[in-house]
Protein backbone atom coordinates (compact mmCIF):
# COMPACT_ATOMS: atom_id res chain seq x y z
CA UNK A 1 0.00 0.00 0.00
CA UNK A 2 1.09 3.87 -0.87
CA UNK A 3 -0.84 4.93 2.05
CA UNK A 4 -1.46 8.83 1.47
CA UNK A 5 -0.05 10.34 -1.43
CA UNK A 6 0.20 14.08 -2.20
CA UNK A 7 0.99 16.06 -5.17
CA UNK A 8 3.27 18.40 -5.93
CA UNK A 9 6.05 18.23 -2.88
CA UNK A 10 6.74 21.81 -3.75
CA UNK A 11 4.82 24.69 -5.70
CA UNK A 12 5.49 28.40 -6.45
CA UNK A 13 2.44 30.32 -7.04
CA UNK A 14 2.14 34.16 -7.53
CA UNK A 15 -0.81 36.18 -6.15
CA UNK A 16 -4.14 35.44 -7.81
CA UNK A 17 -3.42 32.28 -9.54
CA UNK A 18 -4.99 29.09 -8.90
CA UNK A 19 -4.01 25.29 -8.50
CA UNK A 20 -5.12 22.60 -7.04
CA UNK A 21 -3.59 20.24 -4.82
CA UNK A 22 -3.87 16.21 -4.90
CA UNK A 23 -4.04 13.81 -2.07
CA UNK A 24 -5.16 10.04 -2.47
CA UNK A 25 -5.26 7.05 -0.45
CA UNK A 26 -5.39 3.47 -1.28
CA UNK A 27 -6.73 2.11 2.68
CA UNK A 28 -10.24 2.17 1.47
CA UNK A 29 -10.46 5.25 4.58
CA UNK A 30 -13.89 7.20 4.54
CA UNK A 31 -12.05 10.07 6.72
CA UNK A 32 -10.08 12.20 4.76
CA UNK A 33 -9.17 15.86 5.95
CA UNK A 34 -6.53 18.65 4.84
CA UNK A 35 -4.31 20.65 7.16
CA UNK A 36 -2.10 23.48 6.94
CA UNK A 37 1.17 23.86 8.98
CA UNK A 38 2.33 26.95 10.02
CA UNK A 39 5.32 28.18 12.33
CA UNK A 40 4.19 28.62 16.08
CA UNK A 41 0.87 27.22 15.14
CA UNK A 42 0.56 23.35 14.98
CA UNK A 43 -1.46 21.90 12.19
CA UNK A 44 -4.92 23.21 11.78
CA UNK A 45 -8.25 21.62 9.83
CA UNK A 46 -9.32 23.63 6.90
CA UNK A 47 -11.70 20.89 5.27
CA UNK A 48 -12.71 17.17 6.02
CA UNK A 49 -14.76 14.95 4.37
CA UNK A 50 -16.59 11.59 5.80
CA UNK A 51 -17.21 9.89 2.74
CA UNK A 52 -17.53 10.25 -0.94
CA UNK A 53 -20.25 13.05 -1.65
CA UNK A 54 -19.65 14.73 1.62
CA UNK A 55 -17.19 17.77 2.64
CA UNK A 56 -17.28 20.27 5.83
CA UNK A 57 -15.26 23.41 6.99
CA UNK A 58 -12.79 22.86 9.75
CA UNK A 59 -11.07 25.49 11.71
CA UNK A 60 -9.28 27.97 8.64
CA UNK A 61 -11.50 26.95 5.66
CA UNK A 62 -11.73 30.45 3.80
CA UNK A 63 -9.82 30.59 0.32
CA UNK A 64 -10.01 26.48 -0.53
CA UNK A 65 -12.49 24.55 -1.52
CA UNK A 66 -12.67 20.94 -1.59
CA UNK A 67 -14.62 17.89 -3.40
CA UNK A 68 -15.04 14.12 -2.58
CA UNK A 69 -16.01 12.06 -5.66
CA UNK A 70 -14.87 8.99 -5.18
CA UNK A 71 -13.38 7.19 -1.81
CA UNK A 72 -9.78 7.52 -2.99
CA UNK A 73 -8.80 11.19 -3.63
CA UNK A 74 -9.21 14.58 -1.93
CA UNK A 75 -8.22 17.20 -3.86
CA UNK A 76 -7.86 20.96 -2.44
CA UNK A 77 -8.33 24.08 -4.37
CA UNK A 78 -6.90 27.48 -4.07
CA UNK A 79 -9.00 29.36 -5.97
CA UNK A 80 -7.26 32.76 -5.79
CA UNK A 81 -3.73 32.34 -3.94
CA UNK A 82 -2.86 35.11 -1.43
CA UNK A 83 0.64 35.52 0.64
CA UNK A 84 -1.27 34.52 3.89
CA UNK A 85 -1.45 30.57 1.92
CA UNK A 86 2.01 30.54 1.93
CA UNK A 87 2.18 26.85 4.28
CA UNK A 88 2.82 23.45 4.11
CA UNK A 89 -0.39 21.69 3.82
CA UNK A 90 -1.17 17.85 4.82
CA UNK A 91 -3.50 15.62 3.71
CA UNK A 92 -4.60 12.63 6.21
CA UNK A 93 -6.94 9.91 5.83
CA UNK A 94 -8.63 7.65 8.59
CA UNK A 95 -10.70 4.48 9.11
CA UNK A 96 -13.24 6.74 11.36
CA UNK A 97 -11.41 5.27 13.86
CA UNK A 98 -8.85 6.74 16.01
CA UNK A 99 -5.26 6.60 14.07
CA UNK A 100 -4.81 9.52 11.85
CA UNK A 101 -2.71 8.51 8.96
CA UNK A 102 -0.90 11.77 6.99
CA UNK A 103 0.63 12.28 3.38
CA UNK A 104 4.04 13.75 3.02
CA UNK A 105 2.84 17.48 2.74
CA UNK A 106 3.39 20.13 0.36
CA UNK A 107 5.22 23.24 0.42
CA UNK A 108 3.76 26.02 -1.35
CA UNK A 109 4.77 29.19 -1.34
CA UNK A 110 2.54 32.31 -2.72
CA UNK A 111 4.82 35.47 -3.85
CA UNK B 1 -8.61 30.10 19.83
CA UNK B 2 -6.09 27.38 20.33
CA UNK B 3 -8.34 24.91 21.97
CA UNK B 4 -4.99 22.92 23.25
CA UNK B 5 -2.35 24.49 24.63
CA UNK B 6 1.26 22.69 24.48
CA UNK B 7 4.48 23.85 25.95
CA UNK B 8 7.31 24.40 26.08
CA UNK B 9 8.03 25.58 22.45
CA UNK B 10 11.36 24.21 22.04
CA UNK B 11 13.40 21.79 24.54
CA UNK B 12 16.90 20.56 24.51
CA UNK B 13 17.63 17.34 26.70
CA UNK B 14 20.71 15.69 27.29
CA UNK B 15 21.39 11.58 25.53
CA UNK B 16 19.84 9.37 28.16
CA UNK B 17 17.42 12.28 30.19
CA UNK B 18 14.13 12.66 30.23
CA UNK B 19 11.96 15.02 27.87
CA UNK B 20 8.62 16.51 29.21
CA UNK B 21 6.20 17.86 27.33
CA UNK B 22 2.93 19.12 28.93
CA UNK B 23 -0.79 20.04 26.95
CA UNK B 24 -3.46 21.38 28.54
CA UNK B 25 -7.20 21.73 26.96
CA UNK B 26 -10.72 22.84 28.41
CA UNK B 27 -13.10 21.01 26.33
CA UNK B 28 -14.71 18.54 28.52
CA UNK B 29 -16.34 16.81 25.36
CA UNK B 30 -12.34 15.45 24.42
CA UNK B 31 -12.07 11.42 24.92
CA UNK B 32 -9.15 10.77 22.73
CA UNK B 33 -5.94 12.89 23.36
CA UNK B 34 -2.89 11.68 20.26
CA UNK B 35 0.57 12.63 20.59
CA UNK B 36 2.08 12.69 17.07
CA UNK B 37 5.97 13.07 16.23
CA UNK B 38 6.83 15.06 12.78
CA UNK B 39 10.14 14.03 11.32
CA UNK B 40 11.68 17.15 9.13
CA UNK B 41 10.25 17.08 5.71
CA UNK B 42 7.98 13.77 7.00
CA UNK B 43 4.07 13.77 7.67
CA UNK B 44 3.20 13.61 11.37
CA UNK B 45 2.66 10.00 12.33
CA UNK B 46 1.43 8.23 15.32
CA UNK B 47 3.25 7.69 18.40
CA UNK B 48 1.18 7.07 21.37
CA UNK B 49 -2.45 7.93 22.26
CA UNK B 50 -4.78 7.66 25.16
CA UNK B 51 -8.14 7.91 26.83
CA UNK B 52 -9.42 9.43 29.78
CA UNK B 53 -10.30 6.08 31.76
CA UNK B 54 -6.76 5.90 32.82
CA UNK B 55 -4.09 7.86 33.88
CA UNK B 56 -1.59 6.78 32.39
CA UNK B 57 -0.43 4.64 29.51
CA UNK B 58 3.07 3.24 28.54
CA UNK B 59 4.79 2.04 25.28
CA UNK B 60 8.49 1.33 25.64
CA UNK B 61 10.53 4.84 26.64
CA UNK B 62 7.50 6.70 25.53
CA UNK B 63 4.52 7.42 28.84
CA UNK B 64 1.63 9.52 28.06
CA UNK B 65 0.07 11.44 31.81
CA UNK B 66 -3.26 11.69 32.06
CA UNK B 67 -5.01 14.18 34.66
CA UNK B 68 -8.54 14.29 34.22
CA UNK B 69 -9.97 17.08 36.92
CA UNK B 70 -6.77 19.04 35.98
CA UNK B 71 -7.56 18.61 32.14
CA UNK B 72 -3.86 17.89 31.07
CA UNK B 73 -2.21 15.21 29.95
CA UNK B 74 1.92 15.03 28.83
CA UNK B 75 4.62 12.67 27.23
CA UNK B 76 7.43 11.95 28.82
CA UNK B 77 10.54 10.40 26.95
CA UNK B 78 12.17 8.13 29.17
CA UNK B 79 16.45 7.49 28.06
CA UNK B 80 16.08 10.28 25.58
CA UNK B 81 18.33 9.66 22.25
CA UNK B 82 18.85 11.89 19.36
CA UNK B 83 16.81 9.83 17.35
CA UNK B 84 14.21 11.07 18.99
CA UNK B 85 14.98 14.68 17.98
CA UNK B 86 11.41 15.77 15.91
CA UNK B 87 8.58 18.23 16.46
CA UNK B 88 6.00 16.76 18.94
CA UNK B 89 2.15 17.43 19.28
CA UNK B 90 -0.30 16.40 21.25
CA UNK B 91 -4.09 16.63 19.98
CA UNK B 92 -7.10 15.94 21.11
CA UNK B 93 -10.81 14.73 19.91
CA UNK B 94 -14.39 15.31 20.83
CA UNK B 95 -16.60 12.29 21.26
CA UNK B 96 -18.07 10.98 18.27
CA UNK B 97 -15.53 13.10 16.16
CA UNK B 98 -13.09 12.41 13.50
CA UNK B 99 -11.68 16.35 14.01
CA UNK B 100 -8.31 16.07 15.64
CA UNK B 101 -7.12 19.49 17.23
CA UNK B 102 -3.97 19.71 17.35
CA UNK B 103 -1.30 21.71 19.82
CA UNK B 104 1.55 24.24 18.42
CA UNK B 105 4.19 21.63 18.80
CA UNK B 106 7.13 21.36 20.52
CA UNK B 107 10.66 20.93 18.89
CA UNK B 108 12.71 18.23 20.56
CA UNK B 109 16.42 18.31 20.22
CA UNK B 110 18.78 15.52 22.16
CA UNK B 111 21.97 16.22 22.42
CA UNK B 112 24.80 13.16 21.86
Known amino acids: NAGVTQTPKFQVLKTGQSMTLQCAQD?????MSWYRQDPGMGLRLIHY???????DQGEVPNGYNVSRSTTEDFPLRLLSAAPSQTSVYFC??????????FGPGTRLTVL | QQQVKQSPQSLIVQKGGISIINCAYE??????FPWYQQFPGKGPALLIA?????SEKKEGRFTISFNKSAKQFSLHIMDSQPGDSATYFC???????????FGTGTRLTVIP
Open chain 2, 27 to 32: NTAFDY
Open chain 2, 91 to 101: AARETGANNLF
Open chain 1, 92 to 101: ASSRGGDEQF
Open chain 2, 50 to 54: IRPDV
Open chain 1, 49 to 55: SVGAGIT
Open chain 1, 27 to 31: MNHEY
